[in-house]
């Protein structure tokens, strides 16, 4: 049985063991009405199949959390089916690209990842926050409405990753792209 707590230690990001899945709390909202027990109120994601729901808990609620196991793999290839990682000892972890989602466009041979198991099979993928990719594809900037400030336009990197850039990014240009979120983070060469 996993560590126990209470729902006093609930918040974002914390990971709880329900009907034998882990969850992680993606949204968090603590309520007392007058009074009442305090109610906790969660959104919560699968952690293995990506699914959604909403639960609402009270003060005296024990949740279990569940055993995950993180390890660092490093990344060999796709296979056609799954992409492929070795751990140290050299034995193949294979992760499907359910799992891997749109990190699978930031992924480049020999990288190093965390992968996150929970009974002996890869849940997540962690990658490095920032990764570097030259741009491929590029419209040339266009004049327009620069009210906004934060004026854009797309361009595919290496990978096939499509992602808005400043106006001045050019082909050829290396860029840096936040993986938590897929963003322009700033450019770190020009061609």
Same mark, same amino acid.
């Given at each position: 049985?996993? %560590? ?24 968090? +909202?603590?309520?007392?009405? /007058?009074?009442?027990? &305090?109610? !906790? ?6 952690? @293995?199949?990506?699914?959604? @729901?909403?639960?609402? !808990?009270?003060?005296? +609620?024990?949740?279990?959390? *569940? ?7 490093? !990344?060999?290839?796709? +296979? ?16 499907? !690209? ?12 020999? @990288?190093? #990842?965390?992968?996150?198991?929970? $009974? ?11 990764? =570097?990719?030259?741009? #491929?594809?590029? =419209?040339?900037?266009?004049? /327009? $409405? ?7 336009? *797309? &361009?595919? #990197? ?6 808005? #850039?400043?106006?001045?990014? $050019? ?6 792209? $936040?993986?938590?979120?897929? %963003? ?8």
């Amino acid at each position: 049985m996993g %560590e126990v707590i209470g729902a006093g230690e609930l918040h974002k990001g914390v990971k709880l063991l329900i009907d034998g899945e882990p969850w992680e709390i993606t949204e968090f +909202d603590f309520s007392k009405p /007058g009074k009442g027990q &305090a109610i !906790y109120n969660c959104k919560l994601r699968n952690m @293995m199949t990506g699914g959604g @729901m909403s639960k609402s !808990y009270r003060s005296g +609620d024990k949740f279990e959390k *569940p055993e995950l196991i993180q390890q660092s793999v490093t !990344y060999s290839y796709d +296979d056609g089916t799954a992409f492929v990682f070795t751990d140290d000892n050299f034995e193949e972890i294979r992760v499907s !690209y359910e799992v891997m989602g749109d990190k699978k466009y930031f992924l480049m041979d020999e @990288m190093e #990842v965390k992968a996150l198991f929970f $009974n002996d099979k890869v849940i997540g993928v962690d990658l490095p926050q920032l990764v =570097e990719r030259k741009v #491929v594809k590029v =419209e040339p900037g266009v004049k /327009g $409405n620069t009210a906004s400030g934060k004026v854009t336009k *797309p &361009a595919t #990197v290496e990978g096939g990753y499509v992602c808005p #850039v400043p106006l001045f990014i $050019n082909e050829g240009d290396v860029i840096r792209i $936040n993986t938590e979120t897929g %963003e322009y983070n700033d450019r770190i060469s020009t061609k």
